[in-house]
C-alpha cells in the first residue's frame, strides 16, 4: 500500500497489432461421443476397410469421429481433430482419404484408418465452407463450396503431393503424421490473402505450388454440390436459388437452371450425370433433366425445408430430409411416398449402408433405421403411403389437418449416443467456476483452471443453484466463454487475461508465502502447456536448440531471451494443483502462432517436436520467462478516515493505492501501525461509554505502552457498514462502496457487542 498523486493514474499505451488468442475447449467425462449436432456423415464399405465397415462423423463439436461395429454394438475406434469449428461436411474419396470442410474456412484431408492423422490443410476459402461433392469413380477429384461464393475443384493427388520449398511455412509434412501440429497447419496448398467472417485470420503468402481449378459464376452463398461417378459433370446451389452446372476439368459453366423459389439446401446427381436431384428451404425436391436442361418432376413431400437426400443405386427412389424432422421415402416414378419415421429433431444428412440408412440430426446422436435399399417395395408393403403432389401448399394442408400417416418404423435398429450440449452458462464470481446447463437440463459446476466438472447436480433449477453458489466477492474477468460447439470454449486474450490474481492462501497452493500473488491466467497456461514442455524437455538438445527461436524476424531482439527455454527457469516452475488439468479426456487447445493458421490439438498429444512459432509469443514470454505485458486497473485508490466523533488518528497523505485484491485486514494494520492516540487509551471516549480497547485479554505487561505490546481493535467501515476482515478492496468496492468515486473507508475502535 502505498501514497499517490490525486490525478490519478496514466492511461496504458495503445497496442499496435491484434495479438492471436489461445482458447481451451472443455471435454466432458466421455470425449468419444460428440457433444453437439452432427452436420455430416459418409460409410466406409468393407472391401475397402478389410472386414470391417466404418461410419464417419463430422459435429458441430469441431471433430470427426470413425465408429467401428463390434457385434452390432458401436464404438469410436478414432477421433479426428484440428478444425476449429463446426464441421460441415466430410467425404471419402479413393482407398482412404477422408475430406471434410469446416466454418473454419479450411478444408482438410485425413488418413482414414489412422488414429486421426490430417495430412493436408486447403486454405483457399474467404468465408465458412459448407459442402462437398466427390466422384465415385475418380479418387482424384473433391469439389468445395461455401459461403463465401466461391467453388473450388481439386486434384487431391496434386494437393497432398509435397510443395517446393519456396519458404518455411509451405513445408509438407504429411508424410509424417506425428510432427507439427497434428498437422493441422499443413502447408497451404494456395493461399490468398482473405478475410475470414468468424474472425479467424487466414496466413497470407504468395500463391505457390498446387492451386485448384476455380469455379467463378455464383454471386451468393454455396450450399450444396453434388458431382457424378467420373468427376465430368459439378452441380452447385445456394441462396441464388438456381442450380448452376459446371465442367470441374476446366470450371466453365455449362448451364443454369430455374425453378426453386428459396434456398438451394441439398443435391444429388446419378452415376452418368444426367439427372440431378435438388432439395430446397421452399419444401420441394425437384428431379432435372440435364440433357434437357429442365426440371421434368417435383415431389410435394416434406412441409419444410429439405435438407438431406440419399438415392437407391439405381436412382428409382429417394429417401428425404429436413426440418420437418420427418424421414420420407418416395419413389421418383410413380410419385408414391411414404413416412419411414419421426425424428426429434431436423435431420441433416442421410448415409445408405447395405440394407440400412444413417441419420444424422442437429442431435449429437446418430441413428440407422431400416431402409430396404434393396427392395424398397418392401417399405410400401407395409402400408401408409400417399402420392407426392407437385403443390408444396396442397402437401402443407394435409399436414394441418393431421392426415399424415402413422411412420413405417418406430425404433431404429441402431444408435451411437451422443452428449448432451451445453444450452445455458454463468461464470460464477469467484471467476474459476462456470456453472452449466445441458440439453437435457441436467446442471454441472466446471472449474476452468482445472478442466474438470466438481459437481453434478442432475436436473434442477439453474437459477436457483446459480443464486445459491452467489459469493461477494470481486474479480476482474480474464476471459471469455463460449458454447458454439456444445461445450466450454475458454479465451484467453492478452494483456485482458493476466488481470486477475489472488493470494496463494486463497487457492491452497504451499510452499509459497501466503501474501504470494498468483496469477491465474499464467498458472492456467503453465498447466496447459505442461505436456509439451515436459516433452520438450526431452528431445535431444540440438533439435531442441533448432526450434528454439521462437520469435519472428522483427521481434528477434526485443526479445532475445526468450529463445533460451531450455535454461529458462519460469519454464522449470511447477504446475500448481488448483491448475493440473486431466490427463483423461483432456482440454484441447485452440490457438494460431506466427505460421501455418489456426490449429487445435488435446494437450496430451504434444510430441515436444511442434515448433515454437506455433504458438502465440505472448503465451511463451508468460509461461516460459514469467514475463507478463503491462496490465492496467491492478490497483485501487482510496482514501481512509477517521470514523465521526472518534478520537484515534493516524498519520497519513492524502490518497492511498493499493491492490484490488488486498484485504481489508491489511488496511487494519495499517491503521493500527500508523495510529496515532490524542489522549490515554484508558480515557478514549467510545460512543456508548467506555468500551474494552484490546483484542485478546486485555492484560498489559508493567512498564510498556500498550499500543508498543498489544494491537487495538480497529474495525473499518465503508458506507457505515462493517467490513469483514477477509473481504478485498475490490469487492468492498463493488459491493458496498458501489459509487464511481474513490473508495472512502472510516475506521475507528471497535465497540464490543
Not at 494456395?190 to 475470414?196: D, E, F, P
Not at 452446372?245 to 448451364?255: E, F, L, Q, Y
Request: aromatic letters at 6%; one cysteine or more.
Amino acid at each position: 500500500m502505498h501514497r499517490v498523486a490525486s490525478s490519478g493514474s496514466n492511461g496504458g499505451s495503445v497496442r499496435a497489432r491484434k495479438e492471436k488468442k489461445l482458447t481451451f475447449v472443455l471435454n466432458d467425462a466421455n470425449d468419444t461421443q460428440h457433444c453437439a449436432g452432427v452436420n455430416c456423415l459418409d460409410v466406409l464399405k468393407s472391401s475397402v476397410s478389410g472386414d470391417q465397415s466404418y461410419l464417419f462423423t463430422g459435429s458441430r463439436d469441431g471433430t470427426l469421429k470413425r465408429w467401428a461395429f463390434d457385434e452390432d454394438k458401436p464404438f469410436c475406434s478414432a477421433t479426428f481433430e484440428s478444425h476449429v469449428d463446426w464441421v460441415n461436411d466430410a467425404a471419402l474419396v479413393g482407398d482412404s482419404t477422408l475430406v471434410s470442410c469446416s466454418s473454419d474456412t479450411t478444408v482438410k484431408t485425413w488418413d482414414s484408418l489412422s488414429d486421426g492423422v490430417c495430412t493436408r490443410t486447403l486454405r483457399q476459402h474467404s468465408d465458412y465452407v459448407t459442402c462437398l461433392a466427390v466422384a465415385a469413380q475418380n479418387s482424384n477429384v473433391v469439389a468445395s463450396g461455401g459461403l463465401g461464393g466461391e467453388v473450388f475443384i481439386w486434384d487431391i493427388e496434386a494437393a497432398l503431393s509435397p510443395v517446393t520449398k519456396a519458404n518455411d511455412s509451405t513445408e509438407d509434412s504429411s508424410s509424417n503424421g506425428a510432427n507439427g501440429i497434428g498437422n493441422s497447419q499443413q502447408p497451404v496448398a494456395s493461399l490468398r490473402n482473405v478475410g475470414s467472417s468468424n474472425n479467424i485470420s487466414v496466413q497470407s503468402s504468395p500463391s505457390h505450388g498446387y492451386a485448384p481449378t476455380v469455379a467463378k459464376g455464383h454471386k451468393e452463398s454455396v450450399y450444396a454440390l453434388a458431382m457424378n461417378d467420373t468427376g465430368t459433370t459439378l452441380v452447385s446451389g445456394g441462396t441464388e436459388k438456381v442450380l448452376r452446372v459446371w465442367d470441374p476439368r476446366t470450371g466453365s459453366k455449362s448451364m443454369k437452371l430455374r425453378g426453386h423459389t428459396d434456398n438451394v439446401r441439398v443435391l444429388l446427381l446419378d452415376s452418368t450425370g444426367r439427372f440431378c436431384l435438388s432439395g430446397s428451404s421452399d419444401s420441394m425436391i425437384r428431379l432435372w433433366d440435364l440433357g434437357q436442361q429442365r426440371c421434368v418432376h417435383t415431389y410435394a413431400v416434406h412441409t419444410d425445408s429439405v435438407w438431406a437426400l440419399a438415392c437407391t443405386p439405381s436412382f428409382n427412389h429417394v429417401y428425404s430430409g429436413g426440418r420437418d424432422q420427418s424421414l420420407y421415402l418416395t419413389d421418383l416414378g410413380t410419385r408414391e411416398s411414404v413416412l419411414l419415421c419421426t425424428k426429434e429433431h431436423p435431420i441433416q444428412q442421410l448415409a445408405l449402408q447395405d440394407e440400412s440408412i444413417w441419420v444424422a440430426t442437429t442431435d449429437s446422436s446418430v441413428e440407422r433405421w431400416p431402409a430396404e435399399v434393396q427392395s424398397p417395395q418392401k417399405v410400401f408393403q407395409r402400408g401408409g403411403s400417399f402420392l407426392a403432389g407437385n403443390l408444396s401448399f396442397n402437401r402443407a394442408r394435409v399436414s394441418l389437418e393431421g392426415l399424415n400417416p402413422p411412420p413405417a418404423y418406430k425404433e431404429p435398429s441402431m444408435t451411437i449416443p451422443g452428449s448432451h450440449p451445453i444450452v445455458q452458462h454463468e461464470i460464477l464470481n469467484n471467476k474459476r467456476q462456470i456453472l452449466t446447463k445441458d440439453a437435457a437440463d441436467s446442471v454441472k459446476l466446471w472449474n476452468i483452471t482445472k478442466g474438470v466438472v466438481v459437481e453434478d447436480y442432475g436436473k434442477i433449477s439453474f437459477e436457483e443453484k446459480k443464486e445459491e453458489l452467489f459469493e461477494m466477492v470481486s474479480i476482474p474477468s480474464w476471459f471469455t466463454v463460449d458454447t458454439r460447439l456444445g461445450c466450454l470454449s475458454v479465451h484467453l486474450e492478452t494483456p485482458q487475461c493476466f488481470s486477475a490474481e489472488m493470494y496463494s492462501a486463497d487457492l491452497k497452493v504451499s510452499g509459497r508465502p501466503e501474501d504470494d500473488k498468483i496469477n491465474l491466467a499464467r498458472e492456467t497456461l503453465k498447466g496447459l502447456m505442461g505436456h509439451w514442455l515436459a516433452k520438450k524437455k526431452h528431445k535431444p538438445k540440438p533439435q531442441a536448440s533448432t526450434s528454439g527461436d521462437i520469435l519472428s524476424v522483427k521481434d528477434t531482439k526485443k526479445n532475445l531471451t526468450a529463445s533460451k527455454t531450455e535454461d529458462s527457469s519460469a519454464a522449470n516452475d511447477p504446475v500448481y494443483p488448483p491448475f493440473e488439468f486431466p490427463s483423461v479426456s483432456p482440454p484441447s487447445i485452440i490457438t494460431e502462432g506466427s505460421q501455418g493458421g489456426p490449429w487445435r490439438k488435446k494437450i496430451t498429444e504434444f510430441t515436444g517436436t511442434e515448433d515454437d512459432k506455433d504458438f502465440p509469443l505472448w503465451c511463451l514470454d508468460a509461461v516460459l520467462n514469467n514475463r507478463l505485458p503491462p496490465r492496467e486497473n491492478t490497483k485501487l485508490s482510496f482514501f481512509l478516515h477517521p470514523c465521526e466523533g472518534s478520537n484515534v488518528q493516524v498519520v497519513t497523505l492524502g490518497k492511498l493505492s493499493a491492490p484490488r485484491i488486498l484485504r481489508v485486514h491489511k488496511v487494519t494494520n495499517y491503521v493500527v501501525e500508523k495510529m496515532v492516540l490524542d489522549s490515554p487509551l484508558d480515557s478514549l471516549p467510545l460512543d456508548g461509554g467506555p468500551q474494552p480497547l484490546f483484542s485478546g485479554n486485555g492484560l498489559l505487561p508493567s512498564g510498556s505502552k500498550p499500543w508498543q505490546k498489544l494491537k487495538p481493535s480497529i474495525e473499518i467501515l465503508c458506507n457505515n457498514q462493517v467490513l469483514a476482515p477477509e473481504m478485498s478492496l475490490a469487492t468492498v468496492r463493488v459491493y458496498i462502496w458501489k459509487k464511481p468515486e474513490d473508495l472512502i473507508l472510516n475506521y475507528r475502535v471497535a465497540i464490543a457487542r
